[in-house]
Every structure is written in structure tokens, then in C-alpha cells.
């Protein structure tokens, strides 16, 4: 099965759609799915995983409903699903796309191998595309 879709998890609705009409226009054939909670997106995750080409995920996730032990050790929901992604499904390039500073979430970030883009750098958006741009084109 081909991976043609990027998924986004990420609260900020308005950003991402405006993504996704760029890229919709940039990838033809391609598919992009928003999930606006983490527990949507790895709703999304677990039943369409084999045709996810990249995950964009936002560090600042609200209403994590996945109840665990491990929750408690994560002040970042975006972080706590950076791990669940990484150990369930760890062949699916994710980058994170946050306002967090990287400083914050570094060795974590590094821990489960995942690309990051602070949201307020100027030149954010581009370099996600870039991200995109090298996933899409394997």
C-alpha cells in the first residue's frame, strides 16, 4: 500500500487548513488528514498507519484522552504522543511543529528521532515544506 497521506495533529485549525490548501494544490494525489485532538489523531493513526507518509505533530495538545501511567511524566501532551507514535508505529517520520522552544523538549525530541520547526521562526513554514517536500518524494 503506497503511504500518500501527511497527518496533522494539531488544535490550531485555521494554520492547518490553510496548510493543507497549499498542499493540496502542491502534491496532487496526495491526502491530508487534521485531527484537532491527539486522541483523534491516533484514532486516524491506527486505522490508516500504512498509508501515513509523515505526521506534523503540535507539542501543546489539549484533551489527551489515553490514560496511562506514564502520563503523569510528561508536562507536554504533544511530547507523551511523540512517544505512543514512536513505539507503536516507529517507521513513520514525524516532525514536530510547535511554538515550544526546542530547548524544552530536546532531549526528548531526540530520544524518539523526530525533525523539529518552532512555529514562530519566520521561515517555519518553509522549512516544514522542505520536511514534506524530502518524505513525499521517497
Known amino acids: 500500500m503506497s503511504k500518500t497521506v ?3 495533529i494539531d488544535e490550531q485549525q485555521t494554520e492547518i487548513e490553510a496548510h493543507i490548501d497549499y498542499l493540496t494544490a502542491t502534491y496532487g494525489g496526495r491526502s491530508f488528514y487534521y485531527a484537532q485532538t491527539s486522541s483523534k489523531g491516533l484514532e486516524y493513526l491506527g486505522k490508516h498507519y500504512q ?3 509523515c505526521i506534523s505533530l503540535d ?3 489539549p484533551n489527551f484522552l489515553l490514560r496511562t501511567e506514564d502520563r503523569e511524566r510528561y508536562a507536554l501532551e504533544g511530547l507523551y504522543l511523540l512517544k505512543v ?3 507503536e508505529y516507529p517507521s513513520i517520520p514525524v516532525v514536530c511543529y510547535s511554538f515550544i522552544k526546542e530547548e524544552f523538549a530536546n532531549e526528548f525530541i531526540k530520544k524518539y528521532k523526530a525533525e523539529y520547526i ?3 521562526d519566520r521561515n517555519s513554514y518553509r522549512d516544514l515544506l522542505k520536511i514534506f517536500d524530502k518524505t513525499l518524494s521517497k
Open 118 to 120: 518552532y512555529k514562530g
Open 59 to 61: 507539542l501543546l495538545m
Open 85 to 87: 507514535i514512536r513505539e
Open 51 to 53: 498509508q501515513i507518509a
Open 6 to 8: 501527511i497527518l496533522f
